[in-house]
T-cell receptor
Framework: EAQVTQNPRYLITVTGKKLTVTCSQN?????MSWYRQDPGLGLRQIYY???????DKGDVPEGYKVSRKEKRNFPLILESPSPNQTSLYFC????????????????FGEGSRLTVL | AQSVTQPDIHITVSEGASLELRCNYS??????LFWYVQSPGQGLQLLLK??????LVQGIKGFEAEFKRSQSSFNLRKPSVHWSDAAEYFC????????????FGKGTRLHILP
């Protein structure tokens, strides 16, 4: 089954304790992206990756890091989490189009709800 | 600047009634257009998409959307809603070239009255 898998689904942590949210897709997509979803703000892109070893900042990258060492995996790293990073996080991937590695047709993971105390 | 507007934050309809959710976009050309649905506690799922061709597109769960170039709109419709349609709906525009981003509207939450 084609899917995007995120882990953990739920996490409560404390300020400053490094954490990683993993994301893996089995569709051989080049494009992957991380979003956060907050009430009233909708979906905001954190980072995205056009392909292996190619990553770029989205709209709200501060406090986050990513890496793309393999096509299927795109982990999100919070080096020193703070309470304002309490949010619902989504990983997504997209198949390629003629214009590039991304059509905009996104396949989403089920989300990771993070609480930073 | 590219943008997507969903003018209604919340919409309430009775079960069995028809539904229309509005979406307007601002883009340099005709973009790829999408509607996603997010049920409570779930990730987003693609309902339907428009790339080109017929401006009326059919999606899953009985939804359809119509692209109107003159109005820069891509409204989502369903003739008769079911209680299970209660969810949040997001309109999005997709990239026409490599440097464009996918842009989401802020969402419309649909409430269904029994």
């Amino acid at each position: 089954e084609a899917q995007v898998t995120q882990n953990p689904r739920y996490l409560i942590t404390v300020t400053g304790k490094k954490l990683t949210v993993t994301c893996s897709q089995n569709m051989n997509h080049e494009y992957m992206s991380w979003y956060r979803q907050d009430p009233g703000l909708g979906l905001r892109q954190i980072y995205y990756s056009m392909n292996v070893e190619v990553t770029d900042k989205g709209d709200v990258p501060e406090g986050y890091k990513v890496s793309r060492k393999e096509k299927r995996n795109f982990p999100l790293i919070l080096e020193s989490p703070s309470p304002n990073q309490t949010s619902l996080y989504f990983c997504a991937s997209s198949p390629p189009s003629g214009a590039g590695p991304n059509t905009g047709e996104l396949f989403f993971g089920e989300g990771s709800r993070l609480t930073v105390l | 600047a590219q943008s997507v507007t969903q003018p209604d934050i919340h919409i309430t309809v009775s079960e069995g009634a028809s539904l229309e959710l509005r979406c307007n976009y601002s883009y340099g050309a005709t973009p790829y257009l999408f509607w996603y649905v997010q049920s409570p506690g779930q990730g987003l799922q693609l309902l339907l998409k428009y790339f080109s061709g017929d401006t009326l597109v059919q999606g899953i769960k009985g939804f359809e959307a119509e692209f109107k170039r003159s109005q820069s709109s891509f409204n989502l419709r369903k003739p008769s809603v079911h209680w299970s349609d209660a969810a949040e709906y997001f309109c999005a525009v997709g990239p026409m070239n490599r440097d464009d981003k996918i842009i989401f509207g802020k969402g419309t939450r649909l409430h269904i009255l029994p």
